[in-house]
């Protein structure tokens, strides 16, 4: 008989955004880093700080809280996207049909490995991180060294996007 090998499924490293501006926004964030310590078939590796940020979209909006995790995984992209989905729904997340409103909590696929994906339901790298301060300086909190699928060097990127007021979570931020 042939000797069976016992492959096991490969590791992917991901990087996820984290966002929320309603309902104790720091405590959702909190909440979500316990919940991620939690996810099936991944291990939690980095969480950067909680920084709180200017809206972007519609100002009439509280500011928000946001951090960057980095997680191991053998989940393949959309099943780690239904799992972040459901930990949104336990935390409360209603989809509205405003398109850029507040939320309680936003989990997003930031980076999956050196992917590139352009599906219905997801789109990798995320189609905002390029441009969105709230997202690169957290990266670059945890990835200093991070080159993007594109080959450009995250370092690239920070030196293009103003600080826009973005900041470490203190007692100066309104909500
Ligand atoms: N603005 C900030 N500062 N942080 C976010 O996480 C965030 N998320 C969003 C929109 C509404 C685009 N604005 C945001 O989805």
Sequence with gaps: MPEQQLERPAEHEVYLG???????PAAQLQN????????????LLAVSSLYCSRPM????????????????????PLALLDA?????????????????GPR???????LYANQTITSE?????????????FVLYPLAEIAPQLTLPCG???KALLSKVPVNG??????????
């Design 32 to 43: 979500a880093v316990a919940a991620l310590n939690q996810l099936p078939q991944s291990s």
């Design 166 to 175: 973005l900041q470490k979570l203190s007692e100066s931020c309104r909500w």
């Design 152 to 154: 450009t060097p995250l």
């Design 121 to 133: 339901r997801l789109t990798v790298p995320h189609y905002g991180l390029a441009q969105r301060e």
């Design 84 to 100: 972040l989905q459901q930990i949104e729904q336990l935390q409360g997340r209603q989809r509205k049909a405003e398109r850029w």
């Design 57 to 76: 979209g519609p100002q009439d909006q509280p500011d928000y809280v946001n951090a960057v995790a980095k997680i191991s995984t053998t989940l393949p």
């Design 104 to 110: 309680s909590l936003d989990l997003d696929i930031l």
């Design 18 to 24: 984290l966002g929320a501006n309603l309902a104790n």
